[in-house]
Structures are given as structure tokens and as C-alpha cells.
Nanobody, 132 residues
Framework: QVQLVESGGGSVQAGGSLRLSCAAS????????????MAWFRQAPGKEREGVAA????????YYSDSVKGRFTISEDNAQNTVSLQMNNLKPEDTAMYYC?????????????????????WGQGTQVTVSS
């Protein structure tokens, strides 16, 4: 059974930082490998879910949406089966529920890697609130 468990959300003032973590367990990919594309998405009330950042695990490429490029950093810890999202210089518009996603075999390009419909497995989400 595949499980993705997010942690690290909270409330901060604008300009502050938070670090989100996604712990993955179970057999996620179709091939005998633990590598694949994992991503962070977010969804604000009344808005569609949008891709934030993605990484090809096992030391591969990284992708960011334009809205977070230069402020957010996605990284992986293979030993812990964890993908993290370091969020700096947070803005009120970053307020949303943040979700971890997995199950995409290859990231492709930025647009493909940050497409909601490409991911098979999702975590339960962690809330990030940024006040002005």
C-alpha cells in the first residue's frame, strides 16, 4: 500500500520560512526501481490545484513553477525516502493546502512534471498560512 505523509506546515508572517516534508512508503513505480518523479502541489480555497515543484528522485532534474522559482527549493533524502520543500520569503499568496504527489515514472519537462492529472498517489495535505 502506497502512503505519502506530509508534515511541516504552519503559520508564518510574510518573509518567513517553512520546510515541508513528504515521507513515502510502499511500491510506487511500475519498474523495479525507487526512482521516479515526485512533486509538491498546492490548492488555495476556491482555486484549482497547481504544481509548485517536482524532482526526479535518485539525483535527477528539478522543476519549479514561475511563482516560486528562487524562493522554494525541492530536495530528496533517499535514505529516508523523503522529499522536502524549503520555502523562503513566503508571501500571503503562498497560503494554501500543500500536497505531496508521486507515481509519475518520468518528469519530462516543467509543464508535464507539474500537471495534476499525471500523478497517481497523493498525500492528505498540510496547511500553510502566511499573514501580511
Amino acid at each position: 500500500q502506497v502512503q505519502l505523509v506530509e508534515s511541516g506546515g504552519g503559520s508564518v508572517q510574510a518573509g518567513g520560512s517553512l520546510r515541508l516534508s513528504c515521507a513515502a512508503s510502499g511500491y510506487i513505480y511500475s519498474y523495479d526501481t525507487s526512482s521516479g518523479c515526485m512533486a509538491w502541489f498546492r490548492q488555495a480555497p476556491g482555486k484549482e490545484r497547481e504544481g509548485v515543484a517536482a524532482i526526479y528522485t535518485g539525483g535527477g532534474s528539478i522543476y519549479y513553477s514561475d511563482s516560486v522559482k528562487g524562493r522554494f527549493t525541492i530536495s530528496e533524502d533517499n535514505a529516508q525516502n523523503t522529499v522536502s520543500l524549503q520555502m523562503n520569503n513566503l508571501k500571503p499568496e503562498d497560503t494554501a493546502m500543500y500536497y505531496c504527489a508521486a507515481g509519475l515514472r518520468f518528469c519530462g519537462n516543467t509543464q508535464y512534471a507539474l500537471r495534476v492529472s499525471n500523478y497517481k498517489y497523493w498525500g492528505q495535505g498540510t496547511q500553510v498560512t502566511v499573514s501580511s
